[in-house]
């Protein structure tokens, strides 16, 4: 639900008188003390042990939002909203804005930033951690027959904080019946490794497995200075929209992820070394031939459709 007094065309909130009292005293409070402030020492108060490069690139959440699409009737949920650089236009466009915030003190001013947004709620919290199905899944009272029992499809934002970003995409990846897409500034590098084609020196384990649930698109990169304090690497935006490509891959989640991370195991190493620890060299060679993969070939040349065959081989190969 937007703010009641939302208006669409200057992308603003017109207030109440008691609303404007409300956020006076608010403001009052805060220089008193009363909420916690960020310190400005020489980073701007940002936390490097929190990955925090806070967005300053005055054109850059507009279109980042843009990339969401129209979200007047979504949930979004961000990850990491710092600052509140996102946020703000978030809050004004999207049907109802979660997000989760690690950094108490940031999560405090958020709270107090947007109180008078019905639509926003603010948790503080790790996003590693946090409980989706409470959040996101079916309420108590919601059981009754006639009432609709999909999961509720989320758009996903954030800035991530950059250490931990194989963590919540593989996270995100678990509990996509929830997210149906999501926009997400990453480091380029990973970016590039994220979208990379199999037989490219990028593509690895972290292609293969969000190549597995996502169709990924590389949208935009920023500079350094787009942010305070500036991280030491490009960042580039991507949209990874949720796609069932098991199903058509005929593998079982569990058992092929594991497959993955086995042929993954030693880059230098070829498939044919990596597997061997696990499967019995007859049977082996006899996979690979029936999904015709070369011996010699490595696991980054070869595509999803001819990994899962070669799984589908050996598994037959185990089962007979
Ligand atoms: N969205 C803001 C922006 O663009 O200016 C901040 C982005 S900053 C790169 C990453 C944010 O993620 C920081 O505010 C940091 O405190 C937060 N963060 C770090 N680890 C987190 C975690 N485990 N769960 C939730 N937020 C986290």
Do not use: C
């Not at 402030?37 to 929190?50: D, E, H, M, N, Q």
């Not at 650089?85 to 405090?108: F, G, P, Q, Y």
């Not at 593998?251 to 594991?258: K, L, N, Q, S």
């Amino acid at each position: 639900m937007l703010p009641a007094s939302y208006d669409k065309k200057s992308d603003r909130v017109a207030l109440t008188q008691k609303q404007h009292d409300r956020i006076s005293s608010l403001n009052a409070r805060m220089k008193e003390g009363n909420v916690p402030k960020v310190s400005t020492a020489r980073s701007g108060g940002a936390k490097p042990k929190l990955g925090q490069h806070f967005l300053t690139d005055p054109m850059a959440p507009g279109r980042i939002a843009d990339a969401l699409g129209d979200i007047s009737r979504s949930t979004v949920f961000e990850i990491g909203p710092g600052r509140g650089a996102l946020t703000s236009l978030l809050a004004k466009r999207a049907r109802r804005l979660i997000a989760i915030e690690t950094d108490r003190v940031l999560a405090a001013q958020l709270r107090m930033k947007f109180s008078l947004y019905g639509n926003v709620e603010i948790i503080e919290g790790d996003v590693l951690a946090v409980d989706f199905d409470s959040i996101f899944g079916p309420k108590p009272g919601s059981t009754r027959p006639g009432i609709n029992q999909q999961p509720e499809r989320v758009q996903v934002v954030g800035n991530l904080p950059f250490f931990i970003t194989s963590d919540i995409l593989l996270r995100l990846f678990a509990y996509r019946k929830y997210f149906e897409s999501s926009v997400l500034m990453v480091q380029r590098e990973v970016a590039d490794r994220l979208a990379a084609e199999p037989g490219t020196s990028e593509y690895g384990l972290l292609s293969a497995t969000t190549q597995l649930y996502t169709a990924v698109e590389k949208l935009f990169t920023l500079p350094p200075a787009a942010f305070t304090p500036p991280p030491k690497v490009h960042s580039t935006v991507v949209r990874l929209t949720v796609i069932p490509r098991l199903e058509g891959l005929r593998v079982p989640e569990t058992a092929f992820i594991d497959f993955l991370k086995l042929s993954f195991g030693q880059k230098r190493k070829t498939l044919w070394n990596n597997l061997k620890a696990q499967y019995d060299t007859k049977a082996l060679r006899a996979a690979m031939e029936e999904a015709g993969v070369k011996s010699d070939a490595r696991s980054e040349a070869l595509s999803l459709e001819k990994t899962a065959a070669l799984f589908r081989a050996l598994s037959n190969s185990k089962a007979s």
